[in-house]
């Protein structure tokens, strides 16, 4: 099992910055793909952006490119997502996901994901 605790959400501003973290813990981590991905009520879930597993390649959303940066520290077992120049419209709970596959790939899917983390509110007012 693999437990992941995402941390770092809160209320702030249009043009704020944030960094969310995800710390991992149960079982290594190192050799998976993780992501963030982000959920709106009424919404599904939303890729946002992913990492591989030695952080060599990375992949984010149109809708954050520019913006957000994914990155991960392997040896503390940690993800991390650096929002900047937030937006309104980026105000969603975001969630940390690990895939448990041995790949190289970074679906968008999030049922492409096997563990998450219980969320973690980001709030951006105008």
């Known amino acids: 099992q693999v437990q992941l605790v995402e941390s770092g959400g809160g209320l702030v501003q249009a043009g704020d910055s944030l960094r969310l973290s995800c710390a991992a813990s149960?079982?290594?981590?190192?050799?998976?793909?993780m992501a963030w991905f982000r959920q709106t009520p009424g919404k599904e879930r939303e890729f946002v952006a992913g990492?591989?597993?030695?952080?060599?390649?990375?992949n984010s959303a149109d809708a954050v490119k520019g913006r957000f940066t994914i990155s991960r520290d392997n040896a503390k077992s940690m993800v991390y997502l650096q929002m900047n120049s937030l937006k309104p419209e980026d105000t969603a709970v975001y969630y940390c996901?690990?895939?448990?596959?041995?790949?190289?790939?970074?679906?968008?899917?999030?049922?492409?994901?096997?563990?998450w983390g219980q969320g973690t509110q980001v709030t951006v007012s105008s």
């Open positions: 149960g079982r290594p981590v190192n050799s998976y793909t």
């Open positions: 996901a690990l895939r448990w596959k041995l790949t190289v790939e970074i679906p968008i899917i999030a049922n492409e994901y096997y563990y």
């Open positions: 990492i591989t597993w030695n952080g060599g390649q990375t």
